[in-house]
Each structure stands twice: as C-alpha cells, then as structure tokens.
C-alpha cells in the first residue's frame, strides 16, 4: 500500500481493496481491487469507486463511488470479473436481503437545511441497479432488525414504524413522546427507543419494547446521549448528568438492574470529557474499553484517552497512561490503538504509533509500528 492515506481492506483471503480515506473526492482516487495468491498481487483492477470494499456474498463486493456535491453512491462489484452495477444516487444502504440479490435502502429526497431531511425506503435489485419498490415515504432514519426481515422506521413526524419487508405492511408503534433513536435487540424481541418532548433533542429518555406483547419498560434515567446493544444482550447506554461529560451505564434487556460503568465528573480536570467513539466489550464480556474526548483550553487541541472497566462498574482506570487512542480490540483480547491522544481539526494527519495493551491496571503498551498515518485492524 504506497502513497499518503492509503489503506487496505481485506475483502477475503483472495481479494484486498486499496483505496484512500483521506481525499474521497469525485476523481481524486480510485479504489483498486487486488487479487492475491498467499501474500503476492497477481492482478490489480481500478474499480468505479472511491472507498470502502465490504463482501455482500461469495462473490460481491460494495464499495462507495464519491459524486459531486457531497452525493455518492454503492456500487457493487463482482470480485472475478469487475464487473460493477451501480446503485442509486444518495441511497444509504439498510440490510441487503434475498441472498444480497436486493439492497434495501434509505434514498435521500429532501436536505434543504430548514426541515428535517426526507428519504424514501426503496429496495434495488443489486444485479441491474433498478428500484424494484418503494417501502416507505417521509423517513427521517431507517435500522434493520438483525434478521433482515423487520426494519424500525423513523418518520421526519417523529414517529415510529414497524416495517415488515416481505409484506411491505407497516404498523404504528405509539410512544409517549416525539422519538429521536432506536436500536433492535440481538434476538430481535425488543426495541430501545430514545424519546423526548424537548424540540432540541435534549433531556432524552429510553424505553425498551417487547414487540410481541407491548410490554415496555422506561429507564429511570434523563440525558440519553447514544444505545448500543452487547452481544450479551444487556443494552449499553450514555447519558448526561451534566452538558460536559457523558457517562456510560448498561442495563439488562428486561429494563432492569442498571449498572453506572463511568463516573467522569469525578476524574481529576486533564482527564474529564466525554464518550466520543463508544466503547467496546472484549469477546469474554469481562472488560469494556471506552475512549473520552475533552478539549485542552491551553493547547487549543482534542485529547483522547482510554480507560477500562469491568461488567459491574468496578476496575475503572486508565489504559497505556493515558497514551492510548482505542480503536479495537482483538480475538487476543487485547485493546489496539494507536497514540494519536491530542490533534487539531483542519490539520493534515500526524504520523503515530501503533500500539497494543492488556487491561491490567498499569500494563505496558506494545509497540507495533511506528510512524502509520490512520492505521485500520483486519484480524484474519
């Protein structure tokens, strides 16, 4: 991978795109797609896209071609021939469904600034680029259910719908107050719902829904900033005790025993901040990886820190000293990032070092290359 802000996606074994993060401008880059035999290129093809490289079968690959005026969108192409099908304008991928042989997709139609944005839920066959049927009107966000069967609609209304894309029959799912988010279960039973009467978007709350009964369950907890299921099946929350620091709970899928994993307003001034880029359970559920964000008065700059902490709020400390940026963690159990804590915005990216940890309190980090510029982890 040569030149600045390249970087490289594993397909599959056999196939690596290339492409460059940093400058995804209509006909600045290309994305090429390298066919490899163990770890030498034996062909190299220039795709019609700018980044990405994501398998939607045996066969298929999605990229993301950039187009004038901040539009853009999916191609997908066969791996063997490169041969490419493109997608339609501004359409933001849902689920593919049907064996991939159809994308449903969120197609941008109003973006004026003044209202909310307006999208249609449209599904696109993937194999000629042509819009089969229109789902939906008036969606403001569109989430798949983990089975692609189901998709929660959020209406520029502030409403939400319950999809079933097979039927292509909607239902009504009242709530309290106007809905601003929504995330599906892992087992597809429920729905957290982040809600709020404040026409800002502030003093959110959540509420979990059993679909099958209506049951529901409202968190005794005001200032709901984002929700992330776990894969344990416990739901991952942040939320605001004050407008400067964001702190992170999880709590059980019934809606009960709630447990505080954060308690940022008590870190000394250098370490207070917010969650900035979630925060990620190791594959045993026995540590939780979170990265903070606060901004440094004296050297005009963003600082990131990691820290870890355990499934019941205890072992709260610092990981690397503080050096360290979390952006995974691998099948090792081990937390990758890099040192890139401080940066400015409107700067080209600094060089850092790449770098690996235990969640022992006081662990060293490993170094793993030095001077990487955006490093990105593929674990095969």
């Known amino acids: 991978m040569v030149g600045h802000g390249d970087e490289g996606h594993f397909v599959t074994a056999t196939y690596l795109t290339i492409g460059d993060s940093f400058f995804a401008k209509p006909g600045q880059t290309r994305l090429r797609l390298v066919t490899l ?14 980044v990405g490289g994501a398998p939607i079968d045996a066969h298929r690959l999605v990229c993301l071609e950039a187009l004038p005026k901040s539009s853009f969108r999916d191609v997908i192409v066969t791996e063997a021939t490169g041969h490419a099908v493109a997608m339609p304008k501004n359409c933001q991928p849902v689920a593919f469904i049907a064996n991939a042989r159809r994308l449903v997709c969120s197609k941008l139609v109003r973006a004026n ?36 069967k189901q998709v929660a609609i959020l209406t520029t209304k502030r409403k939400l719908k319950l999809l079933t894309i097979a039927t292509r029959r909607s239902r009504a799912i009242a709530t309290r107050d106007p809905v601003w988010g929504m995330a599906w279960s892992p087992d597809r039973r429920r729905l957290a719902i982040t809600t709020t009467a404040n026409r800002f978007g502030f003093h959110r709350r959540i509420t979990i829904r059993t679909l099958a009964t209506g049951a529901q369950k409202r968190l005794p907890v005001v200032g709901v900033n984002s929700v992330e299921w776990m894969n344990s099946g416990r739901l991952l929350f942040t939320f605001s005790p004050t407008f400067s620091t964001f702190n992170v709970d ?4 019934n809606g009960t025993g709630i447990v505080q994993l954060t308690h940022l307003a008590s870190l000394p ?11 990620v359970w190791t594959p045993d559920f026995k540590h939780l990886a979170i990265e903070t964000d606060a901004f440094d008065d004296a050297t005009n700059a963003d600082i990131r820190v990691g820290y870890a902490v355990n499934p019941t709020g205890g072992g709260f400390h610092v990981l690397a ?20 804590t401080a940066f400015r915005q409107d700067e080209d990216p600094t060089p850092v070092d790449v770098i690996r940890v235990g969640f022992a309190p006081g662990a060293k980090p490993q170094v793993l290359m030095r001077h990487a510029i955006k490093p990105a982890f593929v674990f095969g």
Not at 113 to 140: D, I, K, M, N
Not at 324 to 337: A, E, K, M, S, W
């Open 37 to 50: 035999h163990g770890t030498r290129a034996v062909r190299t093809r220039t795709l019609p896209c700018t």
């Open 113 to 148: 600034g003044l209202e909310l944005p307006s999208s249609t839920l449209e599904t696109v066959s993937t194999t000629t680029g042509r819009v089969l049927h229109v789902l939906a009107r008036g969606v403001l966000s569109a989430v798949a259910s983990p089975d692609r």
């Open 250 to 253: 999880s709590v059980r899928a």
């Open 269 to 279: 001034p250098d370490q207070f901040g917010f969650i900035a880029l979630g925060a």
């Open 321 to 340: 000293e503080g050096r360290l940026r979390v952006t995974t963690i691998g099948p090792d159990g081990l937390v990758y990032g890099s040192t890139d």
